[in-house]
């Protein structure tokens, strides 16, 4: 039993002397990394989702109904103005037109007829060597064979009409698309589908821009010379960049009042026809911003409810625990974050432009961003920075 107490008063002894030890104070200050802002010159793209359009493109409808009873040209060709594309069974078509014309041929002879009995009578009027009842028949008689003509006339032009819409011509020159229908279908006017074409070269680009955005593109359009080269230029599907740059044509004429986006127009050559109607692109805008600019990167940015933030390193004196209060070394210095609001640009890389908010030569914090609040306590005496992989500088 002794020894159990003694052994009990042993341990007692050794935990009180631990807890006399002097703990080591806690250190407040979040080992950071620092970036010194320097403004340069900076190339860049705004970048925007797009797609190629035709400057013209038709959908190919048939006029009359029928059987399709010729097919002139080869699908994905290029075909010219005026050639000769499809032909619709043009036997009743024909027929009509000759029945109208040989109508025709009656209606003329039937005013001819009309024509001399009115002369005719006309003559013996003036004598009184008829009855006024005769020659005003004859007058009307002339008058409803001169209508008859007429509507003749309209019959002719009609049945042309439907005859020359029996073969269907290409409109203008560009490419044509795979038939829609084969030999021997039967089409019905304006509900049919037979073909498209659309124009190739230039091949439109359209994209979408907030109306933010409008002024800047209003004034490149007004530009008379453009200063930067490759002011437009777009990244095929494959990211290849496509090898010729274009220029904007239009601007659409209303801002959609829901998204607040309007459509944008480039056109660029396309002599080899590597666009294609409907391909995804991607236009760049080469940026026309003079003068050096300040980029930070992008790690050293912080969004907060659509806001945006940096923290900056500022020195900062403060009292020396180690001191006396009277003491001559009571103040030491110190590194504090400061957070500041700024306004984002383009984002280049793993870099971010910054419009305003920060000057040249602010020491921005890039690690250990996570850990900071407005005044917080840092150093940049840490071996091996937060999220870095070398030494933490000043």
Do not use: W
């Amino acid at each position: 039993m002794k020894r159990v107490f003694f052994n009990a008063i042993f341990i007692s002894i050794v935990v009180f002397a631990a807890c006399k030890k002097k703990q080591p104070p806690q250190n407040t200050e979040v080992p950071v990394n620092l970036y010194k802002v320097k403004a340069k010159p900076v190339l860049y793209y705004d970048q925007y989702p797009s797609t190629t359009a035709a400057l013209s493109q038709v959908t190919l409808l048939p006029q009359v109904q029928g059987a399709v009873t010729g097919i002139f040209f080869t699908e994905g060709s290029q075909v010219k103005k005026g050639q000769k594309l499809y032909e619709i069974d043009k036997r009743i078509y024909q027929d009509s037109y000759d029945a109208a014309v040989a109508n025709r041929k009656v209606t003329e002879g039937t005013l001819l007829q009309a024509q001399q009995d009115a002369d005719r009578y006309e003559y013996l009027n003036k004598y009184n060597a008829v009855a006024k009842q005769l020659y005003d028949h004859a007058v009307i008689t002339l008058e409803n064979a001169k209508s008859q003509v007429q509507s003749a006339n309209q019959a002719v032009k009609t049945a042309r009409t439907n005859l020359n819409y029996a073969e269907v011509y290409a409109p203008f020159d560009g490419t044509i698309g795979l038939s829609q229908v084969k030999l021997g279908n039967v089409v019905t006017p304006g509900t049919t589908v037979l073909n498209t074409i659309s124009t190739n070269d230039p091949m439109a680009v359209d994209f979408v821009v907030n109306e933010k955005q409008l002024p800047k593109f209003e004034r490149l359009q007004q530009a008379k010379h453009q200063p930067t080269d490759s002011l437009f230029t777009i990244l095929l599907a494959d990211n290849s960049l496509y090898p010729i740059n274009g220029k904007i044509s239009v601007i659409d004429r209303a801002v959609n009042s829901q998204t607040g986006a309007i459509t944008v127009r480039l056109v660029f050559p396309n002599p080899k026809g590597m666009l294609r109607v409907g391909m995804s692109c991607v236009v760049r805008v080469h940026n026309q911003e003079a003068g050096p600019q300040i980029v930070v990167p992008g790690k050293a940015v912080v969004e907060q409810m659509g806001e945006y933030f940096v923290y900056t390193a500022q020195d900062s004196l403060m009292n020396n625990p180690k001191a006396g209060a009277d003491s001559a070394k009571n103040k030491i210095k110190r590194l504090v974050a400061l957070q500041k609001k700024v306004q984002v640009g383009e984002t280049i890389g793993a870099n971010m432009i910054i419009k305003s908010g920060i000057n040249n030569g602010d020491r921005v914090i890039v690690d250990g961003v996570q850990l900071l609040h407005d005044g917080s306590k840092i150093t940049t005496a840490n071996k091996v920075g937060p999220s870095a992989g070398g030494k933490g500088s000043r």
